[in-house]
């Protein structure tokens, strides 16, 4: 008689990574509204352009940065500690996804995520007849 | 070699001996990554730029964590052995309090007056803003570099 075995179907669930194993920092960050959309302002210091990771994955906005100290050799005197760095936000339905944009200077990173055309305040004139 | 009672140099040993307390404490209770909002400056009168201070045979090295700095505020002067980081972090400009979601970053001037182990070359001094850390490279000074002498053998 031949065995046979059946695979089990096995739904894997599609739920992004909210969590990081290793050490990382909470990055303090700005979050302001306008018409246009929202923006995020984080302080990365260390960080350089390269090594900034933004991900959107399942409404989840992710911000990833590697800081590298300037220094070669290990310091006397520590008053802090460079770890990378890791902060998710959720999005709301109304943040067009295809138009994020970022931009990164002096150690600060700004996210720019402009809202759907839809979810825009629209002007009506009112007409007095 | 102390010749008098200087009520000013206990204060200052004081001082010291209690900021060593607070730092051994605030390590041993604080050391989770959520408590390190470290570099948050303004929002209160706490030590700001954090420094990392580093030392080889010629120079003495301090890194200063200190993002977004308008580049052109930054002043740095030195006296001796103690170095002076004086600068701004701009406020985000042209938003009204009631569009922020959050408001974390500080913003403000500083100033912060670091004591050095050594005395330094005032006018060699090099200082370096990149990525949001400054990096100061300050040679050490003749008179405080170790001289080697000879012994000679009859």
């Known amino acids: 008689m031949k065995e046979t075995t059946i695979p089990v179907k096995t739904q894997s669930k599609q739920v992004p990574d909210t969590r990081d194993s290793s050490k990382t920092l909470r990055p303090p960050v700005d979050i302001f509204e306008s018409p246009e959309g929202l923006t995020v302002i984080a302080d990365l210091p260390g960080v350089h352009k390269e090594d900034v990771q933004i991900q959107v994955e399942n409404d989840i906005l992710t911000i990833k940065a590697v800081a590298k100290s300037q220094l070669t050799i290990d310091p006397t005197y520590r008053e802090f500690e460079l770890y990378p760095y890791f902060r998710q936000f959720q999005l709301s339905d109304k943040t067009d996804q295809e138009k994020i944009k970022a931009e990164m200077k002096n150690g600060v990173l700004i996210i720019h995520l402009p809202k759907k055309e839809s979810a825009k305040p629209k002007q009506i004139s009112v007409t007095v007849s | ?154």
């Open chain 2, 1 to 154: 070699m102390r010749r008098w009672w200087d009520p000013i140099q206990e204060l200052e040993q004081l001082k010291r001996e209690m900021d060593e307390i607070f730092r051994a404490f605030s390590e041993d209770v604080f050391d989770i990554p959520s408590f390190r909002f470290s570099f948050l400056p303004g929002v209160s009168a706490r030590t700001y730029p954090l420094v990392n201070i580093a030392e080889d045979k010629d120079n003495v090295y301090v890194e200063a964590l200190a993002p977004g700095i308008a580049p052109e505020s930054l002043e740095v002067s030195v006296l001796n052995n103690t170095v002076r980081i004086a600068g701004e972090k701009p406020a985000v400009k042209d938003v009204k309090p009631e569009a922020f979601h959050r408001s974390e970053r500080g913003a403000g001037k500083f100033i912060r007056t670091i004591s050095l182990p050594v005395e330094v070359d005032a006018d060699k001094v090099k200082a370096e803003y990149k990525n949001g850390i400054l990096l100061l490279t300050l040679p050490k000074a003749e008179s405080a570099k170790p001289k080697q002498i000879a012994i000679s053998v009859n």
